[in-house]
């Protein structure tokens, strides 16, 4: 090995000691032949405890003054007094390659010991330099010989116990037929690197003693005699595996969904770039679809978040099982999936997959022993025959689900010319409402509640309407799905909130007395910041006492954060506020739920009023019970006639709204009816 590396030119030599001396874990120099310093292992660098700038092109008689004078070092001890004054007792050892190099290693040792013997007479010592290395490094002759592989490339290789100096990588297949296509690629390799002509980086699998396979960054560096024959090949090599399977793991990260494990939003856009491409140059279509799944909020609200989170693990793989290979699905976020049909014929090919994962979606799911039944709906769009613009699908994909969701859900709708402009009314729509909001354009009409017994009248419900300037009144049902899918519902709700509240404090102000008034709290308003300081601050701005405020909010507004809701509810009753469940029987909360929620109403609704001569009948005399058994007050909703209003009085229910008593009405109207003498309807049934 020392004679292979006498023979090399200077730079070569240099390049080939710089790659040795690097990775090894002991104090190494190497030295020209005048005595200074060429190269230094990072553990030199400690034991003298100076910078490579201070010690490269330095003599090293100007740190060790005790070798002044002598051609040889072998086992020396002498002092070393570091920078910071502290002297350190080292032995010195050299390793003469040629007249003009040696190598030196520094040890240090307790006390000093007299030179004696030669390294020359320890022939371990090269070695162990190089089984100190943890990297790979291995050196072959201008044939392709091996003359010298350090312990790790012996490993990787099969070669414990096997004599492989001389033998080039075609023996040693032989000999290791297990990694012959190991070697195989390793000749490829270097001859890649004769080719080149220069260093050349390349990345390797090679297998090591545990039989897995392992990345090594290897660097492939030729060395020429100077008439341009092959000399030979330095190999060095860091195992990468690690490294490389964190670098997988965060690009599979940065484009996949970390809970179902599809592809993410923006891998999705990427496949569907590329499917694109592809259909342009076959001529074949893409379908898109975009999925939704109906109520998940719902599940989420009554089974919880954990819940949720495995139902979405459980639709992404059977949407999985449906499609081909070739096919796209992603999770784009939330409930929302979209998919990528490739390689299609006709549009019918597009409706097919959707029929299927209509049926598969609906498929009742058993997670973690709950019952979970969920639905999809979905919107088709193709490609080229909607859009040949990438956006421009994404957007037909969406309004064509909007289109299913709006027609009943759990269905398929294509994409037609018409959806555009839908979707461009809903937005002029949208942009009105905000108007309408900030001019002050809406205004509230009100639903007296009468006390079941008497009739009287105590109070009121607040009911948004909107009178558009060129379309005339607009329902409810049309414009509150609108500001919920903006960022209007919050500002709206408050509006709502204030003008009840001045409105109740203006009627207090007429001698009407204390008339409460019931504004429904949403969803949107109580996930907000501060639910309860947005109350606080309007009942300060109207002047109205807490106790004329009644708020009413519906089973998912309580299930959909059960102790955030209970304790913002808390706070409300706490201030005086009115609490009423409105709708109470229509969803899942329980009488283990109900008991946690501070409320002071409950509200029959009005589905079981209108069926009150059939089983609904038992069921409102069951919420009754309840609710006087939690000692709160129980009303009933969308009263029409006098036989749900005898009923309703004789299974004492406390409050009544509905047309009997009267329509919804304008501020000055209720105020009348307020003040009336009794109606025909409490006098008949009074």
């Not at 099969?158 to 023996?171: E, K």
């Not at 080719?195 to 020429?224: A, H, N």
């Not at 008593?661 to 009074?686: I, M, T, Y």
Request: aromatic share 6%; glycine share 8%; with cysteine.
């Amino acid at each position: 090995m020392k004679d292979w590396l006498a023979g090399l030119p200077k730079k070569e030599l240099l390049a080939v000691l710089d790659l040795l001396v690097e990775g090894s874990r002991e104090a190494i120099l190497a030295l020209d032949g005048e005595g200074r310093i060429e190269a230094v292992t990072p553990k030199a660098l400690l034991l003298l405890d100076r910078p490579d700038d201070e010690l490269i092109g330095r003599a090293l008689v100007d740190f060790l003054p005790d070798l002044e004078g002598l051609t040889s070092a072998a086992n020396l001890g002498t002092v070393y007094r570091r920078p910071s004054g502290r002297v350190l007792t080292i032995e010195i050892a050299d390793e003469r390659i040629d007249a003009n190099r040696r190598l030196v290693r520094l040890t240090e040792i307790g006390e000093p010991r007299v030179a004696n013997g030669s390294l020359n007479a320890q022939p371990e010592w090269f070695s162990t330099l190089m089984d100190s290395i943890p990297d790979l490094v291995c050196l072959k002759d201008g044939e392709g010989r091996w003359l010298m592989a350090n312990a790790v490339m012996v490993g990787l290789m099969g070669l414990r116990g096997i004599d492989y100096y001389g033998r080039t990588n075609r023996d040693l297949a032989l000999k290791v037929p297990h990694l012959a296509d190991v070697y195989q690629r390793c000749l490829d390799g270097d001859e890649q690197a004769w080719s080149l002509g220069r260093p050349m980086p390349i990345e390797e699998i090679l297998i090591d003693p545990q039989g897995r396979e392992r990345v090594f960054d290897l660097v492939k560096v030729p060395l020429y005699y100077a008439d341009g024959a092959r000399k030979g090949l330095v190999v060095v090599g860091r195992d990468v595996t690690e490294r490389k399977q964190s670098q997988e793991k965060i690009l599979h990260l940065a484009h996949h969904d970390g809970l179902t494990g599809l592809p993410n939003r923006a891998l999705f856009r990427e496949r569907l770039a590329q499917a694109i491409a592809q259909a342009r140059r076959s001529g074949s279509l893409v379908g898109l679809l975009f999925l939704d799944l109906d109520k998940f909020k719902d599940i989420n609200d009554t089974l919880g978040h954990n819940i949720g989170d495995l139902l979405l693990q459980a639709v992404a793989d059977r949407l999985r099982q449906e499609l081909r290979e070739s096919d796209t699905v992603a999770r784009l976020g939330g409930d929302e999936f979209a998919v990528i049909l490739t390689g299609l014929d006709q549009a019918d090919g597009a409706s097919r997959v959707a029929d299927a994962l209509v049926r598969t979606v609906a498929n009742p799911y058993r997670l973690d022993g709950h019952d979970v039944v969920t639905s999809t709906s979905i919107g088709i769009t193709l490609f080229p025959n909607d859009s040949d613009n990438l956006d421009q699908l994404l957007k037909n994909a969406d309004l064509a689900l909007y289109r299913s969701k709006a027609a009943g859900r759990n269905a398929w709708h294509f994409f037609i010319r018409a959806m555009d402009d839908e979707a461009l009314a809903r937005k002029r729509l949208e942009q009105d409402l905000r108007t309408a909001i900030t001019l002050n354009e809406l205004t509230l009409a009100y639903l007296p509640f009468v006390e079941a017994k008497s009739g009287r009248v105590i109070g009121a419900e607040a009911l948004l309407r909107w009178d558009h300037k060129e379309r005339g009144p607009i329902g409810p049902n049309e414009f509150i799905p609108l500001a919920e899918r903006s960022d209007l519902i919050v500002p709206l709700g408050r509006w709502v909130l204030r003008e009840a509240c001045r409105q109740a404090k203006l009627w207090q102000e007429l001698g009407l007395g204390d008339l409460p008034v019931a504004v429904n709290l949403s969803l949107a308003q109580f996930r907000s910041n501060d639910p309860v300081g947005m109350v606080e601050q309007v009942l300060a701005e109207t002047g109205l006492a807490p106790h004329l405020l009644k708020l009413d909010i519906t089973e998912g507004v309580a299930l959909r954060d059960m102790q955030t809701a209970a304790q913002a509810l808390e706070k409300l009753m706490a201030m005086g506020v009115g609490v009423a469940l409105d709708d109470f029987g229509t969803g899942r909360l329980s009488l283990a739920d109900l008991r946690r929620f501070p409320l002071s109403k409950l509200k029959i609704d009005r589905s079981f009023v209108e069926e009150i001569g059939s089983q609904s009948g038992n069921i409102i005399k069951a919420i009754v019970n309840l609710g006087h058994s939690l000692g709160v007050t129980v009303g009933a909703e969308g009263v029409e006639t006098t036989e749900q209003m005898d009923f309703l009085r004789r299974h004492a229910v406390d409050e009544i709204q509905g047309y009997l008593v009267s329509k919804p009405l304008s501020a000055d109207d209720f105020a009348r009816l307020a003040c009336a003498p009794h109606p025909e309807w409490r006098q008949a049934n009074g």
